[in-house]
């Protein structure tokens, strides 16, 4: 099991690639942390990992939202953005509780304002801004986040 793996993104397409990566690597129920600075690439690498699954539509960031679902054939997804988040408390009006089946894959972008209500992550993705590009610094913290990180770090 790989427990850490960390690279720099060249571009906006290196990101989407990472992205694919790990739409490629993914289990149903996986619950996956975005962190990262306003502008660092965490919904990029949603829509490369929703591109990779076969979403044709638009990716949005769910910013005003909070919550955009998605379903691709087989695959239900949601992400979310707490950033405007001011209580986590405020995750139980979003029903979050009601998606977490086991099946439906839950992205996560501002993870530290729903602290105490949501579930423990698979992984957890940090985007950070570097001169030129992106870094990123994926940690697992499951033995199913080790294994979709084993995938990744494999390709």
């Known amino acids: 099991m790989t427990s850490a793996w960390q690279d720099t993104l060249g571009d906006t397409p290196a990101t989407e690639a990472l992205g694919a990566a790990l739409g490629r690597a993914l289990v149903p129920g996986a619950v996956i942390y975005l962190t990262g600075d306003l ?3 965490k919904t990029t ?3 490369g ?3 990779q699954l076969g979403f044709e539509g638009v990716v949005r960031s769910p910013t005003y939202t909070l919550v955009e679902p998605y379903r691709v054939g087989d ?3 949601i ?3 707490l950033y405007r988040i001011a209580d986590p408390e405020e995750l139980e009006n979003l029903g979050l509780r009601d998606q977490l089946d086991g099946a439906t894959v839950v992205l996560v972008e501002w993870p530290a304002r729903g602290t105490g209500h949501l579930p423990t992550p698979d992984l957890d993705v940090l985007l950070t801004h570097q001169d030129p590009g992106r870094g990123v610094c994926i940690k697992a913290a499951t033995l199913r986040g080790g ?3 084993g995938k990744i770090a494999d390709n």
């Open 75 to 77: 695959w239900a997804l």
């Open 39 to 41: 502008g660092a690439g």
């Open 79 to 81: 992400h979310l953005d």
């Open 45 to 47: 690498l949603v829509r």
């Open 49 to 51: 990992l929703l591109r």
């Open 147 to 149: 294994n979709i990180l």
